[in-house]
């Protein structure tokens, strides 16, 4: 066992761990003021639920077994995880009890990001229970798929530490929930604008924190890899920002700070899937191509095609992370890519680039289709949208009975 490296490992789970209230912040201050707890409470949520669902279940879905699709009942509430000594990973250097909790760590911020697709609008309980039979069904898989061992492992792509995974699975879900519910009841009839912006830079600022755990830790060592993703995570995050802030300056006269903040997400999305496998050098680039992307996603595509993804959970995570992934494919180092034969598109080999659009692409139908098999199940048992009334004095009151900013003068819409 190397103690450095589990000292490394352990901030960097904490790290990760922190990224979920951050996320919190982010969202309920780009919120409306009516809502702006119930959009915190359901990316709080999963802090509790989908941390005992890892412990019953999800750590031995995720890695047990060597079934292409998804792990067994070995290790059911941590069976055979030893918390002291690495019996099940042979690789690692670090407790095998360690990794499961790092691991853990991603489920909960995941299961998270969806809910910003459907703010304002969709029933407390119904996202509960979605949240469960997402992660077992969705989240799960796809882990043991990528990092397990499972098929998208065998066709030989690579996802460093979530596109795949994390990003596009949570964003094509949220925009599988937006379509399902439609519409919030004043959309393209109001002005929707953040409540609360320095609620937004708290939270994109230690987002940005705890991404350096979420993409350095998952080289699962303190070693050269996890610099490089450190660096890389960075840095592609830096010229998102810078970015999209040239962006807004071009199309609208003046950049914003929601859009800045904004920006350096999507650029830490997009390095995730890459970030111990490229370059500094294309890290910029990748950081510097994704908000152009992005921003148009948003701004016009969405408007065309009429969806209300409330808070872009598809136009920065979903497309941030397809854009990590296809990149990753393109610029993956011989150096750093884990399989000989296996490097970036610009180093003479298109089979990685094959492999990560597979992954890819496979990773949106399954994951649409199975969300979407979900949330119309739970819709035959109960209402999953919030009522007319209930959606106009707000979640807050509605869901909730508390109030973020109390008045006695009804300024509280």
């Known amino acids: 066992m190397d103690t450095g490296s589990t000292a490394f490992i352990l901030i960097c789970a904490a790290l990760v761990f922190l990224m979920t209230p951050a996320l919190a912040f982010f969202y309920g201050g780009l919120g409306r003021r009516k809502n702006v707890l ?11 639920l989908a941390s005992i669902l890892w412990v019953i279940i999800g750590f031995s879905f ?6 292409s699709w998804v792990g067994n009942f070995n290790h059911l509430f941590m069976n055979g995880v030893d918390m002291a000594k690495n019996s099940l990973f042979p690789a690692n250097h670090i407790p095998d009890g360690l990794f499961s909790g790092f691991q853990m760590m991603f489920s909960i911020i995941t299961v998270a990001l969806i809910t910003g697709s459907v703010v304002g609008r969709m029933r407390f309980t119904p996202i509960l229970i979605f949240m469960t039979a997402w992660l077992i069904l969705v989240y799960y898989p796809l882990a043991h798929m990528v990092w ?5 492992a065998q066709i030989h792509a690579i996802d460093f530490a979530g596109g795949d995974v994390v990003h596009i699975s949570s964003g094509v879900t949220g925009l599988v929930l937006a379509l399902v519910l439609g519409k919030r009841r004043d959309y393209e009839r109001l002005d929707y604008r953040p409540h609360n912006i320095p609620f937004v830079v708290l939270g994109a600022g230690l987002l940005w924190f705890g991404w350096f755990g979420f993409n350095a830790g998952s080289a699962l060592a303190a070693n050269g890899v996890a610099i490089n993703a450190f660096m890389t995570t960075n840095t592609a995050a830096a010229a998102a920002m810078f970015s999209w802030m040239i ?15 904004s920006g350096a997400v999507v650029g830490l999305v997009a390095i995730t899937p890459g970030a111990g496998f490229v370059s500094l050098w294309s890290s910029l680039i990748i ?5 152009p992307l992005s921003y148009f996603m948003i701004s016009v595509v969405k408007k065309k095609l009429g969806y209300d993804d409330a808070l872009d959970a598809f136009g920065c995570h979903g497309i941030g992370g397809m854009f990590g992934g296809i990149m ?8 750093l890519a884990p399989e000989k034969g296996y490097a970036g598109l610009i180093y003479g080999s298109g089979k990685l680039l094959l492999a990560n659009v597979s992954a890819v692409v496979f990773t949106v139908i399954f994951t649409a289709l199975v969300s979407w098999i979900i949330i119309k199940v739970i819709a035959l048992f109960m209402p999953i949208r919030v009522s007319d009334r209930a959606e106009a004095i707000g979640l807050d009151d509605s869901e909730h009975e508390e109030t973020a900013y109390p008045t006695f003068l009804g300024l509280d819409s």
Do not use: Y
């Open 38 to 48: 119930n959009t915190m409470m359901m990316s709080l949520a999963p802090m509790a």
């Open 62 to 67: 995720s890695f047990s077994g060597s079934n």
């Open 148 to 152: 397990g061992g499972g098929f998208l």
């Open 247 to 261: 962006v807004e300056k071009i199309l609208i006269g003046k950049p914003s700070i929601v859009g800045a903040c």
């Open 287 to 291: 950081g510097l191509l994704v908000s």
């Open 328 to 335: 990753t494919g393109i610029f993956a180092t011989p150096a």
